[in-house]
């Protein structure tokens, strides 16, 4: 069973900082891709950041570049987001997702985690 469990969400100020962790678990971690997208409240889903199954690539949106950074540890099965200078915009639920194929970077997505919520706020 796939499991994918986010965790690290919290409030932060303006220019404050948080990092997102996922945990998964069901499938062999180190052959898919994983990404991270958010959905702000009245907004559709966001496509933030991806990394390649082996960590050798990484792509952000335009928005986050910069100021956030994705990461994986194969050996723990975890994918982070490290988010600093954080603003009020960047407030939504934070997802992450498993790639639906192996060793591929379709942009298709297959299992998602139940969400962080990250509420930036002064």
């Known amino acids: 069973q796939v499991q994918l469990v986010e965790s690290g969400g919290g409030l932060a100020q303006p220019g404050g900082s948080l990092r997102l962790s996922c945990a998964a678990s069901?499938?062999?971690?180190?052959?898919?891709?994983m990404s991270w997208a958010r959905q702000a409240p009245g907004k559709g889903l966001e496509w933030v950041s991806g990394i390649r199954w082996d960590g050798s690539d990484t792509y952000y949106t335009d928005s986050v570049k910069g100021r956030f950074t994705i990461s994986r540890d194969n050996a723990k099965n975890t994918v982070y987001l490290q988010m600093s200078s954080l603003k009020p915009e960047d407030t939504a639920l934070y997802y992450c997702a498993k790639e639906s194929r192996t060793n591929s970077w379709l942009n298709e997505y297959d299992y998602w985690g139940q969400g962080t919520q990250v509420t930036v706020s002064s």
């Open positions: 069901g499938f062999t971690f180190s052959s898919y891709t």
